[in-house]
């Protein structure tokens, strides 16, 4: 399983990115794909997640109504568009991968830094 994400950048407060994250090696379509942040020193935090199909998906209540997964199956690709972001949104976007109730695979992560 290989990850890599892209998309994030600096951006002032009330603007907007779309993260990617390209899957490879694995059956993309069976994996359950989740977006977490990190910040140095503290815990990674898991932002979103969506399920195989795309029908279901998952929220953290920090980023509900500003943040959106979605997935292309086809692309192998997982996304997440972030509006509106605050400057506590500030931090390293990683993605995950997991199949069934298994570990999850990491991808290296993709920095977003909001800042007037």
């Known amino acids: 399983v290989q990850l890599v994400e892209s998309g994030g950048g600096l951006v002032q407060p009330g603007g907007s990115l779309r993260l990617s994250c390209q899957g490879s090696?694995?059956?993309?379509?069976?994996?359950?794909m989740t977006w977490h942040r990190q910040v140095p020193g503290k815990e990674r935090e898991g932002v979103a997640g969506i399920s195989t199909e795309g029908r279901r998906r998952n929220y953290a209540d920090s980023v509900k109504g500003r943040f959106t997964i979605s997935r292309d199956n086809g692309k192998k690709l997982v996304y997440l568009q972030v509006n509106n972001l605050k400057l506590e949104d500030t931090a390293v976007y990683y993605c995950?991968?997991?199949?069934?109730?298994?570990?999850?695979?990491w991808g290296q992560g993709t920095q977003v830094t909001v800042s007037s």
């Open positions: 995950s991968a997991r199949y069934g109730s298994g570990s999850s695979s």
């Open positions: 090696g694995f059956i993309f379509s069976n994996y359950y």
